[in-house]
């Protein structure tokens, strides 16, 4: 059963930015520290940024400065702001629950494209 349902990648050129949108459900939003994954062609899936429901945020290093993850939780709904985006960043990006398996629910992903 998908409970992650992520949308706003695209293609852009390298220094451009875009804003990733995560929905799922109200009990997954609230009792789970949620985050921002991707996977590479050829590579593993990596976390890039988690956000616990205590307010604390990390970030992979490649990422630091440059991408902001943030939640609202009206909407139960998990963002990441991309800006300076750079062409290893091309990726398919999903959001799932910190420490998510590849035997856990996945949803689709959004695939973005950094290319000149």
């Known amino acids: 059963q998908v409970e992650f349902v992520e949308s706003g990648g695209g293609l852009v050129q390298p220094g451009e930015s875009l804003r990733l949108s995560c929905a799922t459900t109200?009990?997954?939003?609230?009792?789970?520290?949620i985050g921002w994954y991707r996977q590479a062609p050829g590579n593993q899936r990596e976390l890039v940024a988690g956000l616990t429901n205590g307010g604390d945020i990390n970030y992979a290093g490649a990422v630091k400065g440059r991408f902001t993850i943030s939640r609202d939780n009206a909407k139960n709904m998990m963002y990441l702001q991309m800006n300076s985006l750079k062409a290893e960043d091309t990726a398919v990006y999903y959001c799932n629950t910190l420490g998510a398996t590849v035997f856990d629910s996945w949803g689709q992903g959004t695939q973005v494209i950094v290319s000149s």
């Open positions: 109200e009990i997954l939003f609230r009792l789970h520290d």
